[in-house]
């Protein structure tokens, strides 16, 4: 049978992405990949070396994904088919470059967790992020930035005649593009996935990428690398090397025989092959490798305690079995950058397929025999000198420019080429991908001026790269320009001048809110709480007059969004302040939907409390709270819970994810 590609449609219950959050995201994101600093001491050089490269001042100019809810409904959804005579590859392009399912055809198996569902949920470095499938994880440590982002999609002629299917894009944290080069030669029984990173710049990028595939989680499953040690890493933060399989009396190659969740960073050697699977009971499964560049492995599980449970159930629909992950990554940790020097790039080519070894040695007491006898599989299956062939067959058709169109993605790589002139061959990031988020910024590039916005909205993404600084610098003052201007300025770290360039634009403001925002940010970060509090208030007052006012400020199709996340902060800053009747003041003047909003009735909850109504506050915990932007690893409904009551956590709230802290 031979490979053929085409579109296809998938119908899932979906929750929509709804807006993006029109703020800028000021702050850095929140540490829960951040090591804790007792564990740095006797780490390997190279890993501490990597632990403390490029780590990301904020995430700008990416914007924070936060306005889905939970409420689903069926919705069609592009994808890509690839098939031959063994595999059957479900790709989604306008999700991240998502392959939501691959099929071993002989045996009718699906060899990833496909999540019955699109259920939105705030893991992903920017927000929004959903479970199921492979991911391409680009950009810093997490869940990449693109996660439900579209990417650019086309088809490619492949070594061997096959058609392969070219996603690419231009990762922003970083201002790397990069290519997913998905190749399903005739008669293999592997996928191919080759993969290039490229810095195009004079100057090095600290590179991060991990494939993350998510895998069944049955009782039986076994997860095997050819390792005998791993970095734990859990979510108290601590990084500590631990002997594959057993560790503290458990055989933690079983995803389901731990409490909390963790990752397990498999220590690979470099004269090994670098690859992980999981097999079943039956020692049947899914096995990925690659060649060596990209040497790490992981296992992540989610534990069998309470909170990995709840977790695992807010992911999908009920009823749905859970699931693990195995991945692949450049370095040994996910909590390392990679050095990429200007000029030059990463290529690997991974492998995806089926896997059958033998089960009463994969799930024996002896770990050597067991790893032996996977790899031993792959071998057979696809021979170590057949993917290295592979990889140079495939990097000899990475420069070939794509045909056929599949899929769009955004028209930032566009703007960053017609600026720069790079040559990029085989990712074309062409002129007529410009839109409207881009239209401001090529005005400034070509003319030298921010131009005015043409309608009342808040104001667009910002660019923070010392390119679009210097310009902005040279550019006619204005309020709107002041205010990209200090936005590029707290990036690179410049908070004095930052604030000078927003209190400069301030005065002459149309519209004061987004200056007073980040002004109160600035507040903040200086430690001065009060001062924070009362700009927050003006800013949500004066945004909100905007609204009610129907004057020049927030038109109709930004006003939900900005008031939803200038709301949130604004309340938090006042209560933080101590001063409940500021934020009882902002409450006042929300939108009854902004009000239902799971993130608002949390914070009612706590204004009630601050008012000295515990049973009040307490009520909207027992009526029942969603919050759809729970992100990975807060405790926030536990931690206002146990202010309210000394009763248990109930069960629908309880998310945590690490062990209790100890009583001093």
Known sequence: MATTVRRAVLTLPTAPLGPENPLPALRAPEGVHVLDERSRQGLPRDMARQIGYGPLRSLLPVRIRDGYGRERAQRDHDAI?????????????????????????????????????????????????????????????????????????????????????????????????????????????????????????????????????????????????????????????????????????????????????????????????????????????????????????????????????????????????????IQAGLARTQLEHVRLDGGAEFSWLEAYGYLSADAPTVHGSDWGAARAAAGTALETALPRERLDAAYEAWRGRADTEPGERLATGSGWGALEVLRAGFKLPGTPFEEATLGEEQGPWLELWRSGVFPRPKRAAPPGPSLVAPHWRDMLETAPADPLTEYHLGVAQWHAGDIAQAVRSWERGLAPAPSRWPLLRCLAAADALAGDHDRAADRYAEAFANLADESGGGGSG??????????????????????????????????????????????????????????GHVAAARRVFEEGLELADLREGEETLAEVWATLTDRPLPPAYDFRMRPPTPSP
């Open 554 to 611: 927030v038109g109709a199709g930004g006003r939900p969004a900005a008031e939803s996340a200038l709301g949130r902060e604004a309340m938090t800053a006042l209560l933080a302040a101590g001063r409940p009747s500021g934020a009882r003041a902002v409450w006042d003047r929300l939108g009854p939907a902004r009000r239902e909003e799971g993130r608002f009735r949390l914070l009612a909850a706590r204004l009630l409390a601050a008012e």
């Open 81 to 325: 088919v690839i098939e031959n005579a063994h595999l059957r590859v479900t790709v989604l392009p306008g999700l991240g470059g998502r392959i939501h399912s691959l099929v071993h055809l002989p045996t009718g198996r699906e060899l990833l967790y496909r999540n019955p569902v699109f259920q939105p949920a705030h893991f992903a470095l920017n927000g929004a992020w959903f479970s199921g499938g492979v991911e391409w994880n680009i950009g810093a440590t997490g869940h990449g930035a693109l996660a439900c982002a579209p990417l650019h999609a086309a088809l490619v002629p492949g070594p061997d005649g096959a058609t392969m299917v070219r996603l690419w894009e231009w990762e922003r944290l970083r201002e790397t593009p990069f290519q997913v080069d998905l190749w399903l030669p005739e008669d293999s029984e592997f996928l191919y996935v080759g993969v290039r990173v490229r810095n195009p710049h004079e100057r090095p990028v600290p590179v991060y990428w991990w494939s993350n595939i998510a895998v069944p989680e049955d009782a039986g499953t076994r997860v095997l690398a050819p390792a005998d040690e791993a970095w734990h890493f859990g979510y108290e933060r601590a990084l500590r090397r631990v002997p594959v399989p057993e560790w503290e009396g458990v055989d933690r190659t079983y995803p389901l025989r731990g409490t909390y969740p963790a990752d397990f960073f498999y220590e690979v050697q470099d004269t090994d092959r670098p690859w992980i699977a999981a097999l079943d009971a039956d020692g049947r499964g899914l096995v990925q490798s690659s060649t060596g560049r990209l040497r790490g492995r992981k296992l992540f599980v989610w534990g069998a305690g309470d909170g990995g449970r709840r977790w695992q159930e807010w992911l999908t629909e009920p009823g749905t079995g859970g699931y693990a992950e």
